[in-house]
């Protein structure tokens, strides 16, 4: 299909949209119009489904698309919108806008093409509103594709279907923008706030407060952090996460002069020019590139610093979080870091490893993705080396934890290997700059880039907590009675050393099997005090104790 802005129209059998070349009306030759090679990739209990597609869901031979951002629609879960740098062919530099929604919660994709064909652009990112409106901010190039000359931003009223026509933010050049969205539910609900690195000048911040329809004059951020997000807190206050743009070469690395935090508690007013405070932050490790090609990403960077901030009722409401790839003291050349903020970010904790394979000079953990959801859970996913101990083969980790950042699940992988040194663009040696993740009730919804046909694609993966392996998120077992909470700390009993009211097999769960074993001694004394049988510890096992334990069931009608 051709998308011309919101408008499908519908191309000759054969021919792909990807062939559109630098002009919307290009013609290209016929392609075949799917190819032998996979478009769903399980492993365990999860599976990576590539979403730059054709109509069949098949992979397109010989495209490339790398560095997707996702959005998920706060008022239906099954609505997802994804968007990615798109290039019609590995043979050519030229990247443009391309991206897909999903209607079924990420089963399946709509690879809708490019947002404009035959122009570029660069470093695309996705957020939503409250009412569900998506946005689509890039980096667009000038007509000779050299210089990325402005910031553009679309609006997408029908679930990312179709945009708006692109509305200009800013156009002094830059790099490296970003996208956050005030969906607080206070009077700076709806605000988008645009963030950037490079450019003519250092004023990089700028914010719409009118929907989209028109972007401010940019401000300057103290220090200018880069290679950050941006995250918005429960009254509006507006975070910017980075690194110094300084550094040093030191041995094969260029050693950047550390990590920076910058807040504004008056961007939320519409009537006052948003200002910032800058500080900075220990993640316990230095935020570097390589200056060698034998790295995960040779000619590109580790990953963006994240930030993210609990939106819950409950008591971790407004922690804010950060987690970083640094390369910490030793000969580890990289691993993923986290810290935590409960007053607003003016303190933070001690960084914590959250990776904890062993120390090696050869097991880079990168390109680290951090979400919390409205439960309060945060999920961290990343990719890591440690399976094989070369530069060049990552897979997906993932980890989670329910108590603000304290502990964490062990490290789980979620995907299988793929070589993140191959399938380039012409003239583009990396995977992209980022991946990116948003986190739902039952778990995370992560969009990156791997190479398991042989070339660049870009895949959507449901990562959740599943402590009991059932193949089934936690929360959607305990929500289901599938398993029982006793301590109400979001981990199913049998998940931990507790002891449960009712359990009479010890397999901390209560379920027919237990009422069975009171049903069988009914009638009977008690054979002490402490009878696990003898539920109302009136010294015999009768009915009522078969109804008290039915009571304590935690499946529905006491399945097994």
Known sequence: MDVRLGRVVPLPRGISAHCLGLSVLAVCGAMPESAAAQSLFPYGPYSSIQMNVDPAGDNIAGDAAHEPTIALDPNNPDRLVAGWKQFASIASGSREGGWAYSDDGGKHWHFQGVVTPGEQRTNIMVDVDSAGNFYYQSLHYDSTGNFAADVQV???????????????????????????????????????????????????????VDGGLSYEAPVSVPENPSFGTIGVGTN?????????????????????????????LNARDPNAIPSFT????????????FMIPNNPNPLGPIGDIQVAVDHSAGALRNNLYLLAPVDPPGTDNLDV??????????????????????????????????GVADNSRIDAVWYDTREKLQAGTSQLYYSYSWDGGATWS???????????????????????DYSHL?????????????????????????VFPDCNNNGKSDVLDIEQRQSGDTNQNHLPDACENI??????????????????????????????????????????????????????????????
Not at 410 to 430: C, E, S
Not at 439 to 453: M, R, W
């Open 438 to 462: 948003v986190s739902g009730k039952y778990g995370a919804h992560v969009s990156y880039t791997a190479t398991y046909n042989g070339e660049q694609d870009v895949y959507y993966l449901n």
């Open 236 to 264: 509006g206050e507006v975070y910017l996460a980075g690194r110094k743009e300084s550094g040093s070469l030191v041995g094969t690395k260029l050693v950047y002069d550390g990590y920076l935090f910058a807040t504004s």
């Open 499 to 560: 002891t449960v009211t009712g359990d009479q097999d010890g397999d901390r769960d209560v379920d027919l099997l237990d009422l069975n074993v009171v049903l069988a001694a009914r009638n009977k004394p008690a054979s002490g005090a402490g009878d696990p049988r003898d539920l109302d510890h009136n010294g015999t096992i009768n009915v009522l104790d078969s109804r008290k334990l039915a009571l304590l069931c935690t499946r529905p009608q006491c399945a097994k």
């Open 154 to 208: 679309f609006k997408s009223l029908d679930g990312g279907v179709s945009w708006q026509a692109p509305v200009y933010a800013h156009g002094e050049g830059a790099d490296k923008g970003r996208i956050g969205i005030d969906r607080s539910g206070t009077a700076s609900d709806g605000h988008i706030y645009l963030h950037w690195r490079e450019g003519l000048d250092d004023k990089r911040f700028t914010r719409s």
């Open 278 to 289: 800058t500080q900075a932050i220990d993640m316990g490790g230095s935020p570097i590139t």
């Open 337 to 370: 870091n986290f810290i935590r903020s409960s007053d607003g970010g003016l303190t933070w904790s001690a960084p914590l490893r959250i990776n904890t394979d062993t120390a090696d000079r050869n097991a880079f953990q990168w390109f680290p993705m951090l």
């Open 410 to 432: 062990p490290n789980r992988a979620v995907t299988a290997t793929f070589n993140t040194q191959t399938g380039y663009p012409l003239g583009v040696d990396k995977i992209g």
